[in-house]
C-alpha cells in the first residue's frame, strides 16, 4: 500500500464505519424514526393528519440518520482535504465543523424536502404514481446542466485558513458550500425513497449507490444528456470479467 | 547505454554528427508526413497532439483547427483524446507509452519514404554542457537546403524572455529530483515522490511528481514562453493543450523518458511501484484504458507495468549515465545537524532521507493573494508546537538518524497563463539570527495552470499545488538558533511580470513536516 493509499485509508475508514452504523441502525430502528413518510390511510388526507402521523421530530430524526447513513460516505474527498491541510492538533475540530456545516445545508434543505413529500402524499397513497411522477422529475435534472454543474463544484477543495478562528469560519463555509452543491446534485433523487415507505431502505441502498457512483466521475462540461457513471460500469466488468470471479 | 543488443537507439540531438543528422532529418520528413493528414486520421499529427490535450479555442486561434476539419468519431475521441497524465504517478509511464506510439508512426512514415527501419526518436538532453539551446533543425523556418516549410519549426515557440531566443536557462532548471528515494510519494503537503502521487486516471492532477515539477514543467515554459504581444497566450509548448502539437515536445519527453531510467539506475534501490493500481494501470480500477493508435490501424493498449521493464522495451539511449550529484548523503546531513556526534559515530551507511510519511501541517500564511507585476510577498505563521517539533526532530538527528524533511507548498495556484514562472524565496521574520539572510527555495512553473483552475475542467478549479523541499533551509535556521521564530516570510518573484489579466492567484502558502 502506498503512502496516499494509508493516507486515504486514514479518513476512509471511520467514515464508513459511521455510515455502517446508521445503516444498522436505519434498518433495526424501523419504527423510532420516521425516514419516509407515513400514510395513515389511502385516501387523500390533510397535511396536517399527515404531520399527526409523522412528527416533525421524528421526520427530522429520520432524515439525519438517513444524511448519515447516505451522505457519509460522499464525505471522504473533502474529509481528507480538511484533514490534510489542518494542523494536527485541530484536525478532529476542523472535520466536526466540516461535517457541522454540511449538515446544516442538508438539514435546511430537509426543512423544504419533507413538506413537499408530504404534499406529495397528501393526494393519496397512490405511491406508484408518486413515485413515477418523482422519478420523472429526477430523471429530467439528472440530464441537465445544473445537475452537472453542482457535480462538478462538488469536487473542489478550496485553499482554507490553518488557525483560529479563520480555520473554523473556512471549514464551516466549506461544509456549507459543500452542502449546497450535494444539495443541488441530490435533491430529486432524495425524495424517491421518501415516497417509498414499503421499500424505502431498498430505494435508500439503490439511490445511495447510484449516488457514491456519480461522485466517483470526474468532472466533465456541463450539458443536456444521460450520464452514467461509467467508471463504476467498467469497474463491474472488469470485476465481473476477472479471473477470481470466474472461479 | 545498456549491454543489451536492442532494435532502436535513441541519440542524443546535439550529438548526431551536424544540425541535421540523419535522425532530425528523417523525423523532420515523418513529421511532415504525419502533418499532411487530417485532423480525424488516427495516425495524423493533430489527431496525436489531441492525445495529449486539445484545447479548441487555443488550436483555433494558432490556426490548428479550422471550420471546415472534420473530428473523428466520438468513440475514437473517447478513446484516444485527452489522455495525458500529469500530477499522477502515471505521468512517467503514460507519457513512455505515448513515446513508443509516436515513434512507431513516425517511423512509419519514415520507412514508407525510404527511410531507415531502425530509425529512432533523438531525446535533446539540455543539462549537457552547450546544449541547452533549442537544436538548429527546430530554429529555422527552413529545411537544409533552404527550401521554407521545415515542419520542425513552428512560430509560437517564445523562450524565457518572450523574443523568441529558444533555450532552456539552466539557472532555471535542475535534476534534484534525481535524488528522490521513492518512486511515489503523498499529495497532502509532504514529498509527491520522483514520479508523483498515487491516483487513477488523471488527466492533469493538482500535484505534480518531482521529475514532472522539474525539468519537465519548467523546460516546457522556457520553451514555450509567452507571447511577447499577449502575455496571455503561451507558446505552444507551454500549455498541455497544445504541446503536442509542436515538435520539440517529443525531443523534451525523450529526455524526461531517460531521465526515468537514469533514475532506476543510480543507485538500483530506486525502484517502480509494486502496487498492483499501478503495475495495471487506471482501466483495472474501471478507469479509461492507456491506449494509442498504430500505423497498422490498430490500438495498442499498455500498462505501466508493461512501460516499467525497460529491459523488455525495444529501445534504448546512447546515454544513461549518472547526471547528478549524488544524493546528499543522509550522512552528511547527519553530520550537519550533529557536528559532535559525527566525530565519534559513523553516519556512512545510513539510507538517503528518511521515508517517513507522516505530513503535518507545521504553518500557513492568513489569506490567498493575488500576483501581479513584479513581485509578492506574504508571511507563513508557524504554530509553536510544530516549530517545535520539528527543531526537537532536528537537535535528536544524530540519535534517529532520520530528521524531518520539510516542504513549502503553494496551494490552490489558479490563473489563465500557463507561461507564468516563478522564484520563490524564504527568509525568517526579524529578530531571527541575521546570518540566515533569503534563502531561494525553488522554482516554480504554472504548465496547467489553465486547465486546472477551470470551474468544470478535470480539477473543478481549484487549481494546481506545488511542494518545494525547503529542508535546507530549516537545516541552516536550525543551525543558526534562527528557528525559533513565529513565522517565516515567503518572497515570490515572476521571471517575467505577471499581467493582471493572467488572475494569478495563491490560495495559501503553508509549510509541513515529514517525518515520524
Redesign the interface.
Known sequence: ???????RARVRRPVLLVSAAAWTLAVSAGHGVAMTIHQPVSAPVSIGLLLAHNHPTSLAAGWALMLTAMMLPLLIAPL?HVH??????RRPKAMALFVGGYAAAWMAAGALLLPAALAIRSAGDDSALSVVLTAAVALAWQCSPYK??CL????????????AP?ADRDVLCFGWAHGMWCIGSCWALMLVPLLMPRAHLTAMAAVSLWLAAERME?????GWGWRAPA????????YLSSDRFRT | MSNTNKRYLRRNVWELGSDWGDDILWYARGVKAMKARVLAAPTGWRFYAAIHGIYPPLWTLYGYLTPTDQPPDQGEIDRYWDQCQHGSWHFLPWHRGYLLAFEANIRAAVVAAGGPQTWALPYWNYFKPNQSALPPAFASPDWPDGQGDNPLFVPQRYGPAGDGNVFVDLSQVNLDAMTEPDFTGVGSGGSPGFGGVDTGFEHGGPVHGLLESQPHDWVHGLVGGGDPNNPLLGGLMSDPDTAGLDPIFWLHHANIDRLWEVWRRNPTSHVDPTESQWIDGPASIGERAFSMPMPDGSAWDYTPGQMSDFGTLEYDYDDLAPLAEPAEPTALRLSRLAPEAARSKAFAGVPPMPSEKNVELVGANPQAFRIVGGEARTSVALDPNMRRKVSASLAAAAETQAPDRVFLNLENVRGVADSTALRVYVSARQGANADVGEQFAGHVALFGVRKASLADGPQAGQGLTFVLEITKIIDALHLSDALDVDALDVRIVPILPVPEEAQVTIGRISIFRQGR
Open positions: 500500500m502506498t503512502a496516499a493509499a494509508r493516507e481528507r490534510d491541510r489542518s494542523f494536527p492538533q452537472q454543474r462538478n463544484r462538488g469536487h473542489a477543495h478550496p485553499s482554507l485558513a490553518a488557525a479563520a470526474r468532472p466533465r462540461l456541463p467508471k463504476t460500469g467498467r469497474l463491474l466488468k472488469a
